[in-house]
Structure formats: structure tokens, C-alpha cells
């Protein structure tokens, strides 16, 4: 990847997570983001995105939103 090219993918995720995005199953998962898996600032975006997610969960379960949804915590593939 070039370098600039990798900066902009970067600044535009930095962007969605500023924005509220932080679904961290994704960043974990997908390939398009495997050439900025070895950076230092992907790696403390993970880092932020992975705490956002875990607080969202943690208060989505306080909350008690998987009764609402009539779902389990072991049904769904968010949890991790």
C-alpha cells in the first residue's frame, strides 16, 4: 500500500470512529485493513475502537436490550 494511500484510509476511519463508528468485530475481521494492521496509529485506533465497542455492549446488556430483541448473549456475534 502506499504510503499516502494509507494515510487517507487511516484519516477516513479515524474519521468514522470520531463520527461514532467503532464496530470493532469489522475492524478485526476485514482484509481491507490488513495492510494497516502492522501501524502503530492503526493499532491505537483498534485499541480505542475495541474500549468503545466493549462500552456500548456492557451498557446495551445494563440496559437489558438483548430482552427487548429476545436474543441471548451466546446467539449473537457481537459480543466479541
Known sequence: VPAG????????????????????PWMMR???LDPLRTTAEFQDLLAKVEKNHRD?????????GYDVLGLT???NSFSS
Open 73 to 75: 448473549p451466546a446467539a
Open 30 to 32: 476485514d482484509s481491507l
Open 5 to 24: 494511500d494509507a494515510e487517507q484510509a487511516l484519516s477516513l476511519i479515524e474519521k468514522a470512529v470520531r463520527m461514532g463508528f467503532f464496530c470493532y
Open 56 to 64: 456500548a455492549l456492557a451498557a446495551f446488556t445494563q440496559a437489558g
